[in-house]
T-cell receptor
């Protein structure tokens, strides 16, 4: 059973550019959450998608946007990249109903470097 | 903000039990206590969770105090592969996971 798949694994972008990161949730999961993890810090919640809509959002600027598709996969878009956006971006999937029994399943992340 | 407090780091000898404490005195009655760990540069990995009762699975045991203000994660026979950052998290079904700083566990050979 495939877990959470994220692509690409590594990415280098230039300041001011835009980037799209992709996530395929674990089979059977319908909710996707995105996190940003700077070096040496804990993951910071960006937003969560359920039924193709943003359900919750953390303290991130509008430059960070997302999308969820009918097959539950998701994209994270970041516009006007800043050097400070360099981080590991983690995707987590869960089941909206009864997820307490399973928790979140995390992908291995996309390492974004902005130069 | 994270609702849990953990020591920043701990050491444990290989083969011994690792006991990781967590203070969660402010979590509400319908919030579960979850433990995750993150090995360097990988995504967090689910370990165990509980509400009121002690729990055990193939990875670890979770001891929750009767007043639910604290808990302890026990890795019964720590190995070098258990070196990681361990996160204690309190949240409920319709909420989101908020990570604190976690405990960096060093397993000493």
């Amino acid at each position: 059973d495939a877990g959470v798949t994220q692509s690409p694994t590594h990415l280098i972008k230039t300041r001011g550019q835009q980037v799209t990161l992709r996530c395929s949730p674990k089979s059977g999961h319908d909710t996707v959450s995105w996190y940003q993890q700077a070096l040496g810090q804990g993951p910071q919640f960006i937003f969560q998608y359920y039924e193709e809509e943003e359900r919750q959002r953390g303290n991130f600027p509008d430059r960070f946007s997302g999308h969820q598709f009918p097959n539950y996969s998701s994209e994270l878009n970041v516009n006007a990249l800043l050097l400070g956006d360099s981080a590991l971006y983690l995707c987590a999937s869960s089941l909206a109903q009864g997820w307490r029994n399973y928790g979140y399943t995390f992908g291995s992340g996309t390492r974004l470097t902005v130069v | 903000d994270a609702k849990t407090t953990q020591p920043p780091s701990m050491d444990c000898a290989e083969g011994r039990a690792a006991n990781l404490p967590c203070n969660h005195s402010t979590i509400s009655g319908n919030e579960y206590v979850y433990w995750y760990r993150q090995i360097h540069s990988q995504g967090p990995q689910y370990i165990i969770h509980g509400l009121k009762n002690n729990e055990t699975n193939e990875m670890a045991s979770l001891i929750i105090t009767e007043d639910r203000k604290s808990s302890t994660l026990i890795l019964p026979h720590a190995t070098l592969r258990d070196t990681a950052v361990y996160y204690c998290i309190g949240f409920r079904e319709d909420d989101k996971i908020i990570f604190g700083k976690g405990t960096r566990l060093h397993i000493l050979p």
